[in-house]
């Protein structure tokens, strides 16, 4: 009897090995193309799926260029708006990836940061415009996972956004 009870909680852990194993052998038996999970009444979506084997580009945090370096620092002659600096960031990540062989169509995930105006309010519609100007449109109808996070500055009190992405194929 006390050799029957051992056996069970053996038995028990071995048959939860086969169960993990069969899940293990379903993924990999996925085809080899990048899933996108999307939200259709969103303009980003709830989640991507990268098989392995795929390759993969991240770029540090990103900021606009300076747009006038005549104006006046602390003025958005300098940098631009929420909007302009927006626009300004995601050309230099097309910029970056393409260095690396990748398009604005591979990017799957962006983390961005924006921080308030001079009057303390934060632009949300300037970022969500310039992201539609990129992504999910007629050009480059892909979304991508994204979070957008409001911060209270960032490094360089006259810049409003910073933006990391990702990129896979």
Known sequence: MKISLLLIPIFAFL???????????S???????IVRYDRPDAA?????????GKEYFYTSGLVAPVKD???VPGTYGRYGDTYE?????LHRIKATIEE????????????????PDKEGK????????AYGEFFNN?????KVARSTIGVHSLANKELLIEIEAVAAK
């Open 15 to 25: 048959g939860s090995c086969m169960v993990t194993t069969e899940k293990k052998e």
């Open 27 to 33: 993924i990999e038996e996925k085809e080899e193309i």
């Open 44 to 52: 980003i979506l709830r989640g991507v799926y990268i098989p392995k």
């Open 69 to 71: 370096e005549n104006a």
């Open 85 to 89: 600096q927006s626009i300004g960031v």
């Open 100 to 115: 690396a062989e990748f398009t604005m169509e591979d990017v799957v995930f962006l983390r961005v940061y924006l921080a």
């Open 122 to 129: 934060i632009d949300w519609d300037a970022w969500f415009k």
């Open 138 to 142: 007629e050009g480059n109808p892909n």
